[in-house]
């Protein structure tokens, strides 16, 4: 009877484990158990993910022997990829290739070669595998395929200051929006608009090559005319002021005033004063103040950009001739720290994780008092600064003198804001400009967001030395360097056009959780021991304990 009743047992305890297993396969569950949720999507994601309607052919080309840091690059790619493979309904389809396993040189070179003109950059790799240096050519990236469109997508990001271990920690917290950002953007058909503000001798379109391109992956980029337009702005979901040099009129400005109360984005890329550096030979030459007729309107928004210059000890280098080979010039590169390379940045989604950004004149900026508007600075120069008042003098000689920590102790400076809230309206208890119709004036805002960046130049690309050619923005024509000013605009417009969006997994954080070296070596022959003999001891512990309960329990039935 005994063993029916067990059989029986068995039978159900095996039903129900095949039930289960059943319902879960057709109801999966999951459950993120991690502190720092890194096994979640944001919503944002999952939305863009249920929308698709193809599937989505992923090729990671991060595979073969790496390094630990990177292995576990790789498998967090892995992580994500099946998380979207999950809540896309397995339309996200994804590989992992080696590069380098060609039977061949040859072959391989090629490989390397087809899958740079793809758009994806391979790093070279240095690290010691059984005490002997190895030397080889990742290519930390994908390529996402969607209806016969492909995107390449870096995936080795991440402030280049920071050490490898934290660079790579921060790729691993960029992940989901690099590959979500990717699949949006091939999926999605209609993109938003975004207008550059025109008119006011503005840098032509060779100087504003790199934005304008970086710009038209996403969105749909215009030029506008505004002192020649008779229509509001509503076109747009967001417009650009880049490096206006002439004053607006009053009329202008309304117009951009009114664009703004109606809840349009607007980011404002100006320079405060203005320097000839073709006349910076020598002695140098002075910086004076642009007349923008932009101070009131900026004033009331609740920010001023000071008329001045910081300069900064980490900055770029500025080529001089430092003399003459023959005919031939000999081109010098010296510190400029007139150009501060901006590697401090606020706690904010749009500057998460954001390599170095290069800045050249730029100006401070203080806040005023906005009622209902939030101010979060963004960028900032290192605490080794210097503010220079105008009239700033400006001259190559002054790159000959070595940039003495001691002369920059002006601290860390905000060169650039975002502002947030229901901005009130500069012509509020004020007559309208002449020639504008003042029905439907707005006097109060409806919510918005405002950019402002006290350099102008940083949206202006260089030219390639050899072609002529304009380079991608933030390209260093010289060393070949590249800067982040690309990723902050693009990061900028996809904060404040879609702040609920998919920028959101940017706030994901991955703690690096360290082992303490120093204790580990105090400690490693203790732990040892106590791996090695504490299992022993509770081992024969059990064994004694249970002769001895066995024998007072036979004895006592005895």
Known sequence: ??????????????????????????????????????????????????????????????????????????????????????????????????????????????????????????????????????????????????????????????????????????????????????????????????????????????????????????????????????????????????????????????????????????????????????????????????????DNMLFKYGVRINRNFVQDVFSGEFPIVAGMTGDQPQIRMLPWPFFPNVNTFGDHPITKNLDVVQMRFVSTIDTVKAEGVAKTPLLMTSQYSMISATPVKVAFNELQKNLDPNRFTAGSQVVSYLLKGNFTSVFKNRLVPDGVDPSGFIADGEPSAILICADGDMIRNDFDLQTGEPLELGLNPYNRQKFANADFVLNALDYMLNEEGIITSKTKEIKIRPLDKVQIADEKLWWQLFNLIVPIVLLIAYGVLRVYLRKKKYASFK
Do not use: C
């Open 1 to 294: 009877m005994n063993k029916r009743i067990h059989i029986l047992q068995f039978l159900i305890g095996l039903m129900v484990v095949i039930i289960v297993n059943q319902l879960i396969d057709r109801f999966p569950i999951r459950i993120d158990l991690t502190e720092e949720k890194r096994y979640s999507i944001s919503d944002a994601s999952k939305e863009v993910l249920e929308s698709l309607n193809e599937p989505v052919y992923v090729e990671v080309f991060l595979e073969g022997e790496m390094p630990a840091g990177f292995k576990r690059l790789q498998k967090a790619i892995a992580e994500t990829l099946d998380q979207l493979e999950y809540y896309s309904g397995d339309k996200v389809i994804f590989t992992f290739k080696d590069p380098s396993i060609a039977k061949n040189t040859k072959a391989r070179n090629e490989y390397f070669r087809s899958l740079m003109q793809r758009g994806l950059q391979p790093t070279n790799l240095n690290y010691t595998r059984n005490g002997n240096k190895t030397e080889k050519l990742i290519f930390p990236g994908a390529i996402v395929s969607y209806y016969g469109k492909e995107k390449p997508v870096l995936l080795l990001k991440g402030n280049k200051g920071a050490t490898a271990e934290e660079q790579l920690n921060q790729s691993i917290e960029g992940i989901e929006y690099e590959l979500v950002s990717a699949i949006r953007n091939l999926s999605t058909d209609v993109k938003k608009n975004v207008g550059l503000i025109m008119g006011h001798n503005e840098p032509d379109s060779l100087n504003l090559a790199g934005l304008t391109g970086a710009l038209a992956e996403k969105y749909n980029v215009f030029e506008v005319d505004l002192p020649n337009r008779t229509s509001d702005l509503s076109l747009y979901d967001a417009v650009i002021l880049p490096k206006p040099t002439t004053a607006f009129s009053e009329k202008e400005k309304y117009m951009l005033d009114q664009y703004i109360m109606k809840g349009g984005k607007a980011l404002f890329f100006i320079d405060a004063l203005r320097v000839n550096m073709d006349s910076a030979s020598g002695e140098g030459t002075y910086a004076f103040p642009y007349e923008l007729n932009l």
